[in-house]
C-alpha cells in the first residue's frame, strides 16, 4: 500500500509542478530518512532507497569510515556514525577512509507524520527545481527584453509576473522616475541579470539602463532589427532626456530618418514607453569631433579645440546658443559626454576668441623680444602655427622656408637667434640652481649636515618637498651618500605626507 501511495505522490507532485519525478523521489528519501533518525535516542546516518518502479524502499544504517586515533576512547569520536577503517576492513578490505559502511534496517511506515514531512520537503525541492528551471530558461536571454504583469509594488520596487511560473524584479533605483504604475499593468523591461541564489529574486530587470533603449529601437526599427542601421550607443537622463547613436550600413538609407520614423512615429512610439522622454538620434561619424557636433544638436558649434592627451574637447559656440549647448542642469552637455566618451567643455566662443588673440598677442610679442624682430615676421611666425622659440630653433629649415616672404638667409637668422636665446635660458638657470640656498626646512632635518644642503640645492634639490619626490638611486652621486642614509632621508622628509592622509595635518 505504502508503495503505491509513493507512487502516487510522485505522480501527482511531478505532474503538477511540472517537475522531473527523480526530483520528487529525493524528497520523499529524504523525508523517510529523517524519520528514521528521530526514531533514536542517538544520533544516526540512514539512507534509504526508493525503488523508481514499484515504489518498494530499503533504508540502510550508515558509518563513515575514519582513521583511530588514541585521542577518543574506542578511537573514534562518534561511534553511533562512525567506525574505525580496521574494523571495516576486516568485512571489506578494500574499503577507504571517507567511505561507508551500511547495514539495512528496519523501515519506518510511510504513515501520514511521514506523508507530511515528506510533503514539506517535496515543497522545498519542487521550490528549487522551479527556480533553477526558470534560471537556466532566462540565462541566455539576459540582454533582452521581457514583458510582464505588474503583481506588485513594495516602496517603489515592481514585481512582476513574466508567465511560466517566472517572475521579475525591477528595483526602486531602476523605475524611471515620476513614472505612474499600478497592479495588474502590462510593463517592460531589459532583462539585466540572472542570479541563482536559494532566496530572493532571481530575474533583475531595468527600465533606466541604456541598453533598454537600444532595445527598444531593435523592436520598432525594422531596419535595426535586420542589421541595416546600427544602434552603437545611447545616453540617458531616464525620464527626461536620451541621446541615441546610429550608423547606416547602406548608404541608400538616412539612419537618422529610419529611426525617426514618418512624422516621428517610430521615434514617439519610444518615448511613450520610456514615459515620455525625449530621445534624440544622433549621426555616428569615425571623426571624432564631428561626433561630437552631431551629439551636441540642437546647439551649433563653432569652433573646438582637441586635446588628445587629456582626451577632452573645449567646444565653442554663440552667446545665444549657450544655454542650449549646455542643457537644463547641464542635461545636454553631460548626454554628450556620456554618448561619445570625451570631456567635453562648452565655452563662450567670443569669450574663446578674445582668450585666443590675447594668447596670440603674448605669443607675437615673446617672439618681437627673444627673436629681435619686427612685429610682421613674429606675427606671421604665430599665424603659421609656431608656439614657441624652442620649435623656430629645431624646425627643420625646409618646412620655414615653405613661407611665403622667408628666404634662407632670414629662415637661418631665426633660427640661430632662437636657439641663442635657448642656450642662455639655459646657462641662467643652471646659475640660478648653483648659488641655491637650501631652505630652512631642510636645513633642519634630522640627519641632514650644512654641507648636504648646499649640494643638494646646486642641483635644484632646495625643500623638504623636493627632496621627498627623489628615489633612492637619485641621490646615490652625493657625498658620503649611501643607499641606508638616502632612504632615512627620503622617508624623513615624507612625513608630512603620512600626517596629511591620516588627517593629522590640515
Not at 567511505?99 to 519542487?126: T, W, Y
Request: aromatic content about 6%; some cysteine.
Amino acid at each position: 500500500m505504502a508503495s503505491k501511495e509513493i507512487l502516487l505522490i510522485v505522480d501527482v507532485f511531478s505532474n503538477e509542478k511540472d517537475i522531473d519525478k527523480d526530483v520528487v523521489f529525493q524528497a520523499i528519501e529524504s523525508a523517510l530518512e529523517s524519520a528514521t533518525v528521530s526514531r533514536y535516542e542517538f544520533p544516526i546516518n540512514a539512507r534509504v532507497t526508493i525503488n523508481r518502479v514499484t515504489g518498494a524502499y530499503e533504508t540502510l544504517r550508515r558509518w563513515q569510515v575514519v582513521e583511530e586515533s588514541d585521542e577518543f576512547q574506542g578511537g573514534i569520536e562518534f561511534p553511533t556514525t562512525q567506525i574505525s577503517l580496521q574494523a571495516a576492513q576486516i568485512d571489506e578490505p578494500d574499503i577507504e577512509v571517507g567511505d561507508f559502511v551500511e547495514d539495512e534496517i528496519e523501515s519506518v511506515e510511510f504513515g501520514r507524520i511521514s506523508a507530511q514531512a515528506a510533503k514539506q520537503v517535496i515543497i522545498h525541492k519542487v521550490r528549487e527545481a522551479e527556480r533553477k528551471k526558470v534560471a537556466d530558461a532566462y540565462m541566455d536571454r539576459v540582454g533582452e527584453l521581457v514583458t510582464g504583469v505588474i503583481k506588485r509594488i513594495e516602496k517603489g520596487s515592481v514585481y512582476i509576473d513574466l508567465g511560466g511560473n517566472a517572475d521579475a524584479f525591477i528595483p526602486r533605483e531602476h523605475m524611471i522616475p515620476r513614472e505612474t504604475v499600478r497592479v495588474g499593468d502590462r510593463i517592460r523591461g531589459y532583462l539585466k541579470e540572472v542570479r541563482t541564489e536559494v532566496r530572493g529574486p532571481q530575474l533583475f530587470v531595468s527600465r533606466t539602463a541604456p541598453e533598454f533603449v537600444l532595445a527598444l529601437f531593435r523592436l520598432e526599427v525594422p531596419e535595426v532589427g535586420e542589421g541595416m542601421i546600427d544602434v552603437l550607443g545611447a545616453a540617458r537622463d531616464p525620464g527626461s532626456r536620451a541621446k541615441v547613436a546610429v550608423r547606416s550600413n547602406d548608404l541608400r538609407i538616412d539612419p537618422v530618418g529610419a529611426c525617426v520614423g514618418m512624422r516621428g512615429s517610430r521615434v514617439q512610439t519610444i518615448s511613450n514607453e520610456l514615459n515620455g522622454e525625449r530621445i534624440d538620434v544622433i549621426l555616428w561619424n569615425e571623426n571624432e569631433a564631428q561626433f561630437v557636433i552631431n551629439s551636441m544638436a540642437p546647439a551649433e558649434i563653432e569652433s573646438i579645440v582637441v586635446d588628445e592627451d587629456k582626451h577632452t574637447m573645449d567646444v565653442a559656440v554663440s552667446a545665444d546658443s549657450l544655454s542650449q549647448a549646455i542643457g537644463r542642469g547641464g542635461q545636454n552637455v553631460r548626454l554628450a559626454t556620456e554618448l561619445t566618451g570625451w570631456e567635453l567643455n562648452v565655452r563662450d566662443a567670443d569669450q574663446v576668441n578674445k582668450d585666443t588673440q590675447e594668447e596670440l598677442g603674448k605669443l607675437v610679442q615673446l617672439f618681437v623680444e627673444q627673436l629681435n624682430v619686427d612685429q610682421d615676421i613674429a606675427t606671421v611666425l604665430v599665424e603659421v602655427g609656431f608656439n614657441s622659440v624652442e620649435e623656430i630653433a629645431y624646425v627643420p629649415s625646409s618646412e620655414m622656408l615653405e613661407i611665403d616672404g622667408f628666404d634662407e638667409e632670414l629662415v637661418e637668422t631665426l633660427r640661430s637667434r632662437a636657439k641663442d636665446i635657448l642656450l642662455i635660458n639655459a646657462i641662467t638657470s643652471e646659475e640660478k640652481i648653483e648659488t641655491a640656498e637650501p631652505a630652512e626646512d631642510i636645513l633642519a632635518m634630522e640627519g641632514m649636515t650644512d654641507e648636504l644642503a648646499h649640494e643638494l640645492a646646486s642641483k635644484g634639490i632646495i625643500t623638504m618637498e623636493d627632496l621627498a619626490e627623489q628615489a633612492v638611486d637619485d641621490l646615490l652621486e652625493f657625498s658620503g651618500m649611501n643607499e641606508e642614509i638616502a632612504a632615512k632621508l627620503i622617508m624623513k622628509a615624507r612625513e608630512p605626507w603620512f600626517a596629511i592622509d591620516n588627517g593629522e595635518v590640515e
